[in-house]
């Protein structure tokens, strides 16, 4: 592989488009692996983008998310929180934290995820989860489950 | 801490803007550690920022470094690859590779670095590492030891 793998409307040089995830609801989301990342550096750093007006999964997992926004805007709520994000913001996704990104209607959102490259699988919403999540009118109205 | 830390012009809210390291030879690059590494994901992520004209420390480490340029263009040099760098393209820095990224003349060169919370200290150059790279008549124009 060349030293460096250049960047074009979204995409790489030798970085396959995939799919977000096989199973789970979402929408309009896809994902790409921009370093796989090795024993000394064991973090997985990928970029995922959900076209204007699609969400990722609504999910929860013993592992924590590094993100930046490198595209457009949206939503994402963590925990209870809601919060408007745009180019460049951070977030970081506590463990456990119920989590999900929302594109804005008219624009992407494509960010920049870190993960440990050794992981739990995301745990989805049982129905005594949403209620307790639907607790919160704002919350309610946000997810998409 | 809020769930998202606004980004603005290139800072962040909570981010202090530091010096790049103490000690080796640099000119006009500034350090934000955006996510500081935890116990299950140890992996630390700057953002540097090289002023126009300036440079960062020619040296290398066994830690492996992944980095995505977030703003601007210059070059840099990977064991003895020169190569341009403009927005978005991904660098993956070997262990031992002597590696040094200039900003351009009228651009600066922001980037996104990862490492492992846990590494070993850079190397700078000795002479005879210096004459070994200028075998190269390109990489003995670029260096800035």
Redesign the interface.
């Known amino acids: 592989?060349?030293?460096?793998?250049?960047?074009r409307d979204?995409g790489?040089e030798d970085?396959p488009v995939l799919a977000y995830k096989e199973g789970g609801p979402y929408k309009g989301v896809t994902r790409q692996v921009?370093?796989e990342g090795?024993e000394?550096?064991?973090?997985q750093?990928r970029y995922f983008e959900v076209e204007p007006g699609g969400h990722s999964t609504l999910e929860r997992h013993?592992?924590?998310h590094?993100v930046?926004?490198?595209r457009g805007r949206g939503r994402?709520l963590?925990?209870e929180?809601i919060?408007?994000?745009?180019?460049?913001?951070?977030?970081?996704v506590p463990?456990l934290k119920w989590h999900q990104f929302r594109a804005a209607e008219d624009a992407p959102l494509g960010f920049?995820c870190?993960?440990?490259a050794t992981r739990d699988r995301p745990q989805l919403p049982a129905a005594e989860d949403l209620a307790e999540l639907s607790r919160s009118r704002a919350v309610a109205d946000f997810v998409r489950p």
Chains 1, 2 share one sequence.
């Not at 000394?40 to 973090?43: E, F, I, T, V």
């Open positions: 592989m060349s030293t460096v793998r250049k960047f979204f790489w970085v921009l370093f090795e000394s550096l064991p973090a750093w013993a592992h924590i590094y930046l926004i490198l994402c963590v925990g929180d919060s408007d994000i745009a180019e460049h913001d951070l977030i970081e463990s920049l870190l993960v440990s």
